[in-house]
């Protein structure tokens, strides 16, 4: 089972006060050239020089990496904490009128293949980026952003959580979103006893980081001994856990007198002027009995919105029985597979948007369609998970996401 373990943070240490925003950055994975350049030019020891580290004149980079990290923890840019601990991570954001703060426990995880009542997955993982993450854990030793997992809490663990940020932090960050984030230590050895046995036995989900964690899974096994990874992990019922929706394009064409056609048997299409998209996917937003999704044809200058069947209510979807299914998941094994050659969706370039708006003026300056969804439930992602399943590409977006250098560790 996945077992937590205090441990020693590495943080950055800013001259004066406890505000690190100069130094932490989004994780690596999300910053695009233009981004990476404001990082670096922010501060000459930001952590994406260790996260995305460039070669000097041909030389390695990962080399270079761990010069920096070397350099930086004895010139006293990072220090290394005296006494193990578990970590509260505190996170307060607004969305539109509403303030959130989510509370995430900070802690080693025992480091292990997939498997339930440890750590499980929901989405796959490809070679490229985990071969990189590899070369810079070994080169390192460390890590320098963390797994975010979700586990099923209940209330009192929310509030043992909250009752943590009682002092003062220890470092606070803004980022670039807007979100405030807020480190407390937790150094009791009851309270820590308490917190690791209101985990013990329970499965952890991952919600961002697969390839991080399949990364510390080899980097132990390369080694030849048990070990543990660096995770964020959030309660389930937080308040505080957001998953904003991701819309998308699709290049292939879509006749949609085709598309009424071959849903007719499960779903009920109604077509409607594009102009009343915003309308439309308000309501379907609001009313999940309104139903799944829009299908914007710019081209048609329509948009449909594609529902179950009545007879085919949420309790009846085939194949599944109790189980909810998520919009993304219904359009990739129940829309998209009647639209390309053998139900191939590999063979489709997806545009992928996190804003509405975006996404249908994107599909009316190609031609393409633009599918608009709702966000994927947290209990939809746990099911699969429980499942043994893995979601389409892109199927969750969690906001805010937890900075890269805001809390590092040493690989055991």
Same mark, same amino acid.
């Given at each position: 089972?996945?077992e ?14 406890c ?18 350049a404001v990082?670096?030019?922010?501060h ?5 020089r260790?996260?995305l ?11 270079e990496?761990?010069?920096?990290f ?12 005296g006494?193990? +601990? ?16 989510r ?6 995880v ?9 750590v499980m ?11 990189d ?6 080169a390192?030793g ?7 997992? @979700? ?9 043992? %959580? ?13 980022g670039?979103?807007?979100?405030h984030?807020r480190?407390f ?5 009851e ?5 690791q046995?209101s985990?013990?036995?329970?499965? @952890?989900? @991952? +919600? ?16 030849g001994? $048990?070990?543990?990874? %660096?995770?964020t ?18 290049d292939? $064409? ?6 009424c056609?071959?849903?007719a048997?499960?779903?009920a299409v109604e077509?409607h002027p594009?102009?009343n ?8 937003a609001?009313?999940?009995?309104r139903?799944?999704?829009l ?6 200058d ?5 529902g ?6 949420s309790a009846?979807? $085939? ?16 829309i998209?597979?009647?639209?390309? +050659?053998a ?9 992928y948007f ?7 003026? +994107? ?7 633009a599918?608009?969804?709702? $966000? ?37």
């Amino acid at each position: 089972m996945a077992e937590l373990h205090p441990f020693p943070a590495i943080l950055f240490q800013p001259e004066t006060g406890c505000d690190v925003t100069p130094f932490v950055a989004p994780p690596y994975d999300v910053i695009d050239s233009t981004a990476e350049a404001v990082l670096r030019d922010r501060h000459p020891s930001n952590v994406v020089r260790l996260t995305l580290p460039e070669a000097p004149l041909g030389g390695d980079r990962y080399q270079e990496a761990e010069r920096l990290f070397n350099d930086w923890l004895h010139s006293g840019v990072l220090r290394l904490l005296g006494t193990p +601990a578990l970590y509260l991570w505190e996170q307060e954001f607004s969305l539109g009128d509403t303030t959130y703060t989510r509370r995430a426990l900070a802690a080693k995880v025992t480091c292990e293949p997939y498997r339930p009542g440890g750590v499980m997955r929901h989405e796959h993982t490809h070679a490229g980026p985990k071969a990189d993450r590899l070369r810079l854990f070994q080169a390192t030793g460390a890590q320098f952003s963390q797994i975010f997992g @979700i586990f099923k809490g209940d209330e009192e663990l929310v509030a043992r %959580l909250a009752a943590a940020a009682n002092h003062e932090p220890l470092q606070t960050a803004r980022g670039d979103d807007g979100h405030h984030s807020r480190l407390f230590g937790i150094t009791d050895e009851e309270t820590i006893i308490t917190l690791q046995a209101s985990l013990q036995g329970h499965t @952890i989900t @991952i +919600a961002d980081g697969h390839h991080r964690y399949e990364t510390s899974v080899a980097y132990y096994q390369e080694l030849g001994r $048990p070990g543990s990874t %660096l995770m964020t992990l959030v309660p389930s019922n937080d308040a505080g856990l957001v998953v904003l929706p991701t819309h998308r394009t699709v290049d292939f $064409p879509i006749d949609d007198q085709a598309l009424c056609q071959a849903l007719a048997g499960e779903f009920a299409v109604e077509a409607h002027p594009l102009e009343n998209w915003p309308r439309l996917y308000q309501e379907a937003a609001s009313n999940p009995e309104r139903g799944i999704i829009l299908a914007a044809a710019p081209a048609a200058d329509r948009v449909f919105h594609i529902g179950w069947q009545e007879e085919n209510g949420s309790a009846a979807r $085939p194949g599944k029985p109790g189980r909810e299914l998520g919009d993304v998941v219904v359009l990739h094994e129940r829309i998209l597979p009647h639209f390309t +050659a053998a139900g191939h969706l590999d063979t489709a370039t997806f545009g992928y948007f996190h804003d509405a708006e975006d996404a249908v003026e +994107a599909a009316k300056a190609t031609g393409q369609w633009a599918f608009l969804l709702r $966000p994927t439930s947290i209990r939809a992602l746990l099911q699969a998970a429980e499942h043994h399943e893995v979601l389409p590409p892109k199927s969750t977006y969690f906001f805010p996401k937890f900075l890269a250098g805001f809390i590092n560790a040493r690989l055991d």
